[in-house]
Nanobody, 123 residues
Framework: QVQLVESGGGLVQAGGSLRLSCAAS????????MGWFRQAPGKEREFVAA????????YYAESVKGRFTISRANAKNTVYLQMNGLKPEDTAVYYC????????????????WGQGTQVTVSS
C-alpha cells in the first residue's frame, strides 16, 4: 500500500495558476502510476490526469488539456499538477491517487487515495 499526501490547494482568481503536489510513501511498484481526480459539490468524481512512473507517459481529460500539466519527481516520489488558466468550473476537491499498474483512467482503476485538497477559482 501507498500513503499519499496532497498539498497546494487554495483560492485563486480566474486565469490564475496553482501547483498541486502529492507525495507518496510506503510500498511502490515497478510499474506504478499516479493520477489526479477532482470532485465538485453535487458532482461525480472525475479523472483529471495521470502519469506512468516508469516511462512518464501522461494522460489528460479533455477539459484540462493545454491548461494542466502532470509531472513527476522520481527522487522525491512526488507527482505534481500544474494548473494554468484556471476557470471557475475547475473549482473542486482535488484528489491524488495511485495504482500498481495503470489499466483504466477512472476512479475504479486506482487503489490508493489522498485526503484531497480544495481548489477554488473565483470569477
Amino acid at each position: 500500500q501507498v500513503q499519499l499526501v496532497e498539498s497546494g490547494g487554495g483560492l485563486v482568481q480566474a486565469g490564475g495558476s496553482l501547483r498541486l503536489s502529492c507525495a507518496a510513501s510506503g510500498r511502490t511498484f515497478s510499474r506504478y502510476a499516479m493520477g489526479w481526480f477532482r470532485q465538485a459539490p453535487g458532482k461525480e468524481r472525475e479523472f483529471v490526469a495521470a502519469i506512468n512512473w516508469s516511462d512518464g507517459s501522461t494522460y489528460y481529460a479533455e477539459s484540462v488539456k493545454g491548461r494542466f500539466t502532470i509531472s513527476r519527481a522520481n527522487a522525491k516520489n512526488t507527482v505534481y499538477l500544474q494548473m494554468n488558466g484556471l476557470k471557475p468550473e475547475d473549482t473542486a476537491v482535488y484528489y491524488c491517487a495511485a495504482v500498481a499498474q495503470l489499466r483504466i483512467l477512472d476512479e475504479r482503476g486506482f487503489d490508493d487515495w489522498g485526503q484531497g485538497t480544495q481548489v477554488t477559482v473565483s470569477s
